[in-house]
């Protein structure tokens, strides 16, 4: 992969990460896809690196990738016996924050959910005195689709509750996992080196003028545009220069230094930034 140009990345969708990636995995049809999809998204049981360590152990397409990591994670002892998943590493944990949601396929003729995604936090210590980071992880998990129920997925009912309306079940052997930092990024395609931040410059801080200071403005402009042919006038006939040198008098003269703005072609003046400003306040 690493043959590729600049600018190509691997940058899947949720639903072709669950719809493909992980339903291959789980199906384990084609072992000629399987060796593929290993090399793009490996197997790792990542609850036994610190996330940072994470981008030396990424697949091939993406090894290098500043920016976002996946991985395959096989289903935990604990997990297959019933029980919760251990999220715990060397230096901290994952933790789930809000409500799992669903990830539903884009295909306007079969629209329907196949999977589930939940979102984590890193922290580093141990609960509940963790300090949070800026790694996250988005796990996915395949909901199970009946081959002989027209591509409805499969519905467990609660026992407790017959009311209650049926969850999908999901499939469990593995799960797709993509961990990235949070971005500080004002855009997708903003890419600036890490530790490069956009500050506010303090010189530009312009509010919006009451409509008293709008009319000073628009008479401080009025008076500019009129400004140089007077300030030309008045230099031409003050200054001894021009009454001893006949009619090169105006190309021999200097503008004034105090009180004026700078010329520019065809004698209209170059508003400065603090000159402006002043006129606002």
Not at 70 to 91: D, K, M, N, Y
Not at 246 to 251: E, F, Y
Not at 255 to 277: C, F, R, Y
Request: proline content about 9%; hydrophobic content about 30%; aromatic content about 8%.
């Amino acid at each position: 992969m690493e043959d590729l140009p600049p600018g190509f990345r691997f940058s899947p969708t949720e639903e072709e990460l669950i719809s493909f990636y992980l339903q291959n995995k789980l199906d384990g049809r084609s072992e000629d896809l399987n060796r593929v999809v290993d090399r793009i998204i490996p197997v790792v049981y990542i609850y036994e690196f610190n996330p940072w360590e994470l981008p030396q152990a990424a697949g091939e397409a993406i090894h290098g990738d500043p920016e976002q990591w996946f991985f395959f994670i096989p289903r935990q002892e604990c997990e297959a016996r019933g029980g919760r998943p251990r999220r715990l590493t060397t230096t901290g944990y994952w933790k789930a924050t809000g409500s799992p949601s669903t990830v539903y396929s884009s295909n306007s003729s079969n629209y329907r959910a196949i999977g589930l995604k939940r979102t984590m936090v890193f922290y580093t210590g141990r609960a509940p005195h963790g300090k949070k980071t800026e790694w996250k992880m988005n796990e996915y998990k395949a909901i199970a689709i009946p081959a002989d129920d027209n591509n409805q997925p499969s519905m467990t009912a609660s026992s407790s509750n017959p009311s209650t309306p049926p969850t999908p079940t999901l499939r469990q052997e593995f799960s797709l996992c993509r961990v990235y930092k949070k971005s500080k990024c004002l855009r997708a395609f903003d890419r600036r080196p890490s530790g490069i931040e956009i500050t506010r410059n303090p010189n530009l801080n312009i509010q919006a003028a009451p409509a008293q200071a709008a009319d000073h403005l628009d008479k401080g402009l009025t008076t500019s545009n009129r400004k140089p042919q007077n300030m030309e006038g008045r230099t031409n006939s003050s200054s001894p220069e021009s009454s001893s040198s006949g009619g090169h008098g105006s190309q021999s003269s200097q503008p004034e230094q105090s009180g004026t703005l700078p010329m520019a072609v065809n004698n209209e003046a170059i508003w400065d930034l603090d000159q402006l400003i002043h006129l606002l306040l």
